[in-house]
């Protein structure tokens, strides 16, 4: 998005739908999921003309042997015969894809990218599925048709002509299936480089080295089980009704059976109150909801580290009389670090710790003694927790406290990161990582027989700043909508367009085609949903969930237009093209990806037997060498660790922003100008504040604000003229949509623990507007 400002100063053109009528705002009062639900997504169907397909397809999906994984969020799938878990939002992501919508040759013959570039992207992605593939005319500033050969031979041709393979870099997004990536970091790293920026920097980054550093694994190392089995879940900075939805039916079960179920949020959102579980039939036909907690918790924005130094310390001070309180057994075998841990703990005041949080000490208490008095605990985090400067530390403290009371590696207890997109760790899993482990680097060099690069490669700020400078030229984006999501719109907006050629393999328009190099394609791949068929017959390819388990997921729709290839034989399109000479089968891989699968289960650490152990009626878990308390790290143990308190308390006048996303969307994907569990409708301009920061600025409801960040260089960014909302939320603290807000986000404010942007704390001064 070039962000040109209309008069007002607003930024232009806009993300969501021009919406009809006046912006509302109303607590809302119903619980989560239910006919609420069940209404936005038959509306959305119909808008989708998916209707009749629709059911029919949201019943294969997700199912036992067969059918195809949602390709919304990463939740693991239902353990028990019942596989048809579904969600609303994963219905509309499905019927998304299944848009009877098209955009072909006449669509971009009659639209000039300069005028499709004052349109929302909102409006671009409604036009449907893309067809064909495209390449950028700058004579008549149009897409034109270019046949695959032609697209693929443009592709390997400036890849070959590079001075170095390191001036190219190649992103994913976390919807790419486990073959598909690891052909893709095949190509790049026979090509020469780890240039392997992903969406999972941006996302759980912290989170993969946190766990690593602690527990020498980067995933969590629970499974759907031990969430039934737990006594007390902690939920930390997700807005689970949101955006994994499914976790609702694990919280409700959790309450049901009378586990403890805390909530720590500055917001109080719609998953920490009550839910009607979707797929029941009886609770939706009574309306029958049940609560989803016991506990909530509402530190300031980044207050979480303090919060569990809190619940740690209060443990610590309780074992002096009551020695039941800490697993002193498992610390002795299987930690190290614990007596540096129990003196920083002691050694941080009390007042320290509230200043931070904003939590009163009996309130942290109480949190204390229900995880003291749980049997088993599981504590699960999203991006409120990684997306900070301190997002390592804080996860790292999350394990501190687990460690505390032995909480792994048995049944019921053990970190549990939400992920993003529904295959964003298998691509971790499959080699998309821009600093690979040397193990990984020899296996894949021995048994691909290619010289991969040692060195690191580039990260989505690192690739960003490269193509700003002019050092990465060629710009690959498997999937996603890079120039919107990443950070500083405007800067990364130039940083694409500073490059020779931007490849963008994508299923709908978006942003991310009309902000690019020199040189532009557009290459429409098929869909999950859709059939895959190669020489060998149809298809499937794997993915991995949040909690480790591996499956097949096999399309069973018609492609939306007979010229889409899927990613693998893309990829494996580009690859010959770069590489005319590569003694890697990329047509054999193609034919069948049972061959890409025998390759990968030599490279890759738990994928021995691959082809077998896929086709099992649930798939497989990888394993977790942490869940059996064998810890990868320098000790051999599991490391407490000793992180300072950060100060996040904001400077005077000053307010701390965290971006997330409304109930209606995915990531870039607006579905709607509503948040419905917010209250909000037809509205996505806003920034929530707290009642008391609005009245001290002069604010009421819906009053039109200047949004000014300040970055850790200085500089300052500006949003104007959005709306203030009066929320749930602690003084201090502000809140507003993403990828809106990315305006706000500079390059370089990315966290120094985990190099992963700072996306929930930005520093603001809101002012009414000018
Ligand atoms: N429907 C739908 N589902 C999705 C997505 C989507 O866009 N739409 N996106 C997918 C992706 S890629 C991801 S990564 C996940 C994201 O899932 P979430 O992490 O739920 O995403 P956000 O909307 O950014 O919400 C962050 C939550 O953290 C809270 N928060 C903000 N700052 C703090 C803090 O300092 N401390 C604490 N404790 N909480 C804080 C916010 O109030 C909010 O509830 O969802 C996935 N699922
Ligand atoms: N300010 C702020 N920014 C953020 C975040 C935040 O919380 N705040 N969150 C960050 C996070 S967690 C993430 S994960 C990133 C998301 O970043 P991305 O993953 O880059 O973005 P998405 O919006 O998920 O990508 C949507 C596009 O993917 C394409 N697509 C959809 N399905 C397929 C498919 O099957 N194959 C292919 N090839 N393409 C497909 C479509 O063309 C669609 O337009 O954003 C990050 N940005
Ligand atoms: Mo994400």
Same mark, same amino acid.
């Given at each position: ?6 008069? +007002?100063?607003? #930024? ?26 069940? &209404? ?35 939740? !693991? ?30 669509? %971009? ?6 005028? @499709?570039?004052?349109?929302? =992207? ?15 005319? !700058? ?5 034109? !048709?270019?046949?695959? &050969? ?73 499974? #759907? ?41 500055? @917001? ?61 057994? %498992? ?51 999203? #991006? ?18 687990? $460690? ?31 600093? *690979? ?45 890079? +120039? ?38 557009? @290459? ?39 010229? $889409? ?32 699968? =025998? ?5 890759? =650490? ?16 990888? &394993?977790? *060498? ?25 400077? !005077? ?38 009642? =008391? ?52 986000? +500079? ?24």
């Amino acid at each position: 998005m070039s962000a040109s400002r209309d008069e +007002a100063g607003r #930024l232009e053109p806009r993300v969501g739908p021009v919406p009809e009528g006046e912006p509302e705002s109303h607590p809302y009062h119903h619980p989560a999921a239910g006919w609420g639900a069940a &209404k936005s997504v038959s509306r959305f169907m119909v808008r989708e003309g998916a209707l009749a397909d629709g059911p029919r397809a949201i019943l294969r999906m997700n199912h036992e042997n067969g059918g195809f994984d949602c390709p919304g969020c990463a939740w !693991p799938d239902d353990t028990k015969g019942l596989h048809l878990d579904i969600c609303e939002n994963g219905i509309k992501h499905v019927t998304w894809e299944m848009t009877r919508k098209r955009v072909g040759r006449e669509f %971009f013959a009659a639209h000039s990218v300069t005028e @499709l570039s004052g349109w929302s =992207d909102y409006a671009l992605e409604n036009q449907g599925r893309l067809t064909e593939p495209m390449v950028y005319d !700058p004579g008549t500033d149009h897409y034109a !048709p270019i046949s695959w &050969k032609d697209a693929f031979a443009l592709v390997g041709r400036t890849l070959r002509e590079l001075d170095s393979p390191h001036q190219a870099s190649f992103y994913t997004s976390g919807r790419l299936g486990n073959e598909a990536t690891f052909l893709y970091q095949l190509m790049a790293r026979e090509l020469g480089t780890n240039n392997l920026p992903d969406c999972s920097n941006m996302c759980h980054e912290a989170s993969g080295r946190a766990l690593q550093a602690s527990l020498g694994t980067g995933k969590g190392t629970v499974d #759907l089980k031990d969430w039934e089995a737990t006594d007390a879940l902690f939920i930390l900075g997700v807005n689970a009704a949101s955006n994994a939805p499914r976790m609702l039916t694990a919280l409700a079960a959790a309450y049901r059976r009378g586990a403890q179920v805390v909530h720590i949020n500055p @917001l109080v959102e719609a998953a920490a109150t009550r839910t009607i579980i979707p797929h029941d039939v009886r609770s939706m036909a009574t309306c029958h909801s049940t609560p989803t907690s016991t506990l909530n918790l509402q530190p300031r924005i980044g207050g979480d580290l303090a919060l569990l130094r809190g619940m740690a310390k209060a443990i610590l001070e309780q074992a002096t009389s009551d020695p039941q309180a800490l697993d002193r057994e %498992f610390i002795d075998r299987h930690t190290t670090g614990f007596e540096e841990y129990r003196a920083l703990c002691e050694a941080t005041p009390w007042r320290e710790i509230e200043k931070q949080t904003e939590i009163s000490r009996p309130d942290i208490l109480k949190a204390a003694r229900i995880y003291r008095e749980a049997d088993r605990s599981i504590v699960s985090w999203c #991006l409120g927790i990684s997306q900070h400067e301190h997002g390592v530390d804080t996860v790292r403290e999350i394990v501190n406290l687990l $460690l505390l009371r032995g909480n792994l590696g048995r049944e019921g207890a053990g970190p549990s990161p939400v992920r993003g997109h529904s295959n964003v760790q298998g691509n971790r899993t499959c080699g998309i990582d821009h600093r *690979p482990g040397p193990e990984f680097l020899d296996r894949l060099a021995e048994v691909c027989g290619i010289e991969p690069p040692r060195e690191h490669g580039l990260d989505t700020v690192g690739t960003i700043q490269a193509m700003h400078r002019g050092e990465v030229k060629v710009f690959v984006g498997m999937g996603g909508n890079f +120039a919107l999501a990443a950070p500083d719109t405007p800067y990364t907006c130039e940083a694409l367009r500073n490059c020779d050629l931007t490849v963008q393999v994508s299923t709908k328009l978006n942003r991310s085609h009309l902000v690019h190099g020199r040189r532009a394609l557009i @290459l429409p791949c098929l869909g999950r949903t859709e059939k895959d068929h190669q020489r060998t017959g149809v298809q499937s390819t794997s993915v991995e969930d949040s909690m480790s388990m591996v499956h097949l997921s096999v399309g069973m729709r018609r492609p939306a237009s007979p010229h $889409l290839l899927s990613e693998p034989a893309i990829i494996a399109g580009m690859a010959r093209a770069a590489l005319p000479d590569s003694a890697t089968p990329w047509e054999r891989y193609i034919e069948d990806y049972d061959r890409i699968r =025998d390759t990968m289960a030599q490279v890759l =650490d738990g994928f021995e037997d691959f082809n077998r152990r896929v086709r099992l009626p649930l798939g497989f878990r990888i &394993k977790q *060498p942490a869940r059996e308390l064998v810890f990868r790290t320098p000790s051999g143990r599991a490391e407490f660790s000793t992180a300072p308190l950060p100060d996040v308390v904001p400077a !005077p006048g000053t307010l701390t922003l965290g971006t997330l996303r409304s109930h209606d969307q995915w990531n870039t994907t607006i579905y709607s100008d509503n948040d419905r569990y917010r209250g909000i409708r037809r509205l996505r301009t806003l920034v929530f504040m707290n009642q =008391d920061d609005m009245r001290e600025r002069g604010l009421s409801t819906f009053d039109p604000v200047d949004i000014t960040s300040t970055a850790k260089d200085g500089t300052r960014r500006h949003l104007n003229g959005y709306l203030a909302v009066p929320h749930d939320i602690p003084r201090g603290c502000a809140a507003g949509y993403m990828p809106e807000m990315n305006v706000l986000c +500079a390059i370089g404010d990315y966290s120094t623990q985990s190099d992963q942007p700072i996306m929930k704390h930005v520093k603001v001064t809101i002012h009414p507007a000018a």
